[in-house]
């Protein structure tokens, strides 16, 4: 409310501006007609034409009849000048609106999507959870039993258990997805984030022998966010970057500041993401993979937007994707 509050009074200022400006243009106007029509008149003088009625100087008369005539013409055309550029502000205004009215919309109707689907993903979780959890004990008991010559048995209980563990995974990616963010945004250092990230995903980037390079961010203001969720986005991140280099790579993460915020790079020596496919990766459900819910990065978007930032994918140097997180860096209070 605040926002359209101020929207609207800014708006009202604008108008007032505009009113006055237009006034302004059509007293101009009025004013060099005015002035046009006089100077018609002594210049036709000065170049030897007079102007007589019945042996009477009509110069006067004439200057006064031009001088209103030429005063009123460019006054109407000011007037019409102005009123062309009022109905182009206006259809911007009205575009602007309907596209604020169109975004509000789907806000709207995403945010009942998200609570439907938040009430599925719950009924999933009651449902679902716990008869996984009994069929995956009951598989790794049963693997445990079998005799090591049976190979064959192994190995399918070992597939169970998999694919037992996959479902798992894609019930916690609803849940993640569905479940509204409680957000403790707090001062908190890039470093700090890369380091934590990193942690965390280190056994898994070195089973993929995947090469990390990761930039001194010291001299970078803090970020106002909260640890837990930036460190979950940037952990998704890092795992994406790996699943997308197959046979190894480097991942170099970096970051910058400007205008008051924090940008934070991840990029991979990957194939990429094509043009065509950058703003629909971030979609719920769209995954470019043969296995996968496609729901990790939409998570990551959702976890963005709630800090008031964006994410974007673009091509990193040498090949691969980038994607920037864009972050608010906590103010000097904050950061003290």
């Not at 009849?65 to 055309?77: D, E, I, T």
């Not at 496919?277 to 976890?303: D, H, K, N, W, Y």
Request: glycine share 10%; aromatic share 6%; with cysteine.
């Amino acid at each position: 409310m605040p926002l359209m509050d101020t929207d609207a009074a800014t708006g009202a200022v604008d108008d007032g501006d505009q009113y006055w400006h237009g006034l302004r243009l059509r007293w101009w106007g009025l004013a060099l007609g005015l002035a046009g029509g006089v100077a018609d008149i002594v210049g036709l003088s000065l170049a030897g034409v007079t102007f007589a009625v019945n042996g009477w100087d009509a110069r006067p008369l004439l200057a006064v009849y031009f001088g209103v005539s030429f005063a009123v013409l460019g006054f109407l055309v000011c007037y019409l000048v102005e009123s062309r550029r009022r109905d182009r502000r206006t259809a911007a205004l009205l575009q602007a609106q309907t596209a604020t009215v169109a975004a509000w919309r789907a806000r709207v109707a995403q945010s009942d999507k998200l609570a439907a689907l938040g009430q599925l993903a719950a009924t999933i979780a009651h449902e679902v959870r716990n008869p996984l959890a009994v069929m995956r004990s009951a598989a790794q008991t049963l693997g445990d039993t079998l005799p090591a010559a049976d190979g064959g048995a192994r190995q399918a209980s070992a597939f169970i258990i998999a694919e037992i563990d996959r479902l798992a995974s894609v019930v916690s990616s609803i849940l993640a997805y569905a479940r509204p963010l409680q957000l403790a945004p707090r001062a908190v250092a890039v470093d700090d984030l890369f380091d934590r990230a990193l942690l965390l995903a280190r056994d898994d980037l070195a089973a993929r022998r995947v090469d990390v390079e990761r930039a001194d961010c010291s001299a970078l203001p803090p970020v106002h966010a909260d640890p837990d969720l930036v460190t979950q986005l940037l952990l998704g991140l890092l795992a994406n970057a790996a699943d997308a280099m197959i046979a190894g790579g480097r991942l170099r993460l970096t970051a910058s500041s400007a205008r008051g915020a924090v940008h934070l790079h991840v990029a991979d020596s990957g194939p990429g993401v094509a043009p065509e496919l950058r703003e629909r990766i971030f979609e719920p459900f769209f995954t470019t993979r043969s296995r996968g819910t496609g729901l990790g990065l939409a998570v990551a978007r959702q976890i963005v937007e709630a800090h008031g930032g964006r994410i974007e994918v673009g091509d990193s140097e040498g090949g691969g994707a980038r994607f920037t997180v864009t972050l608010p860096a906590a103010a000097a209070e904050l950061a003290a």
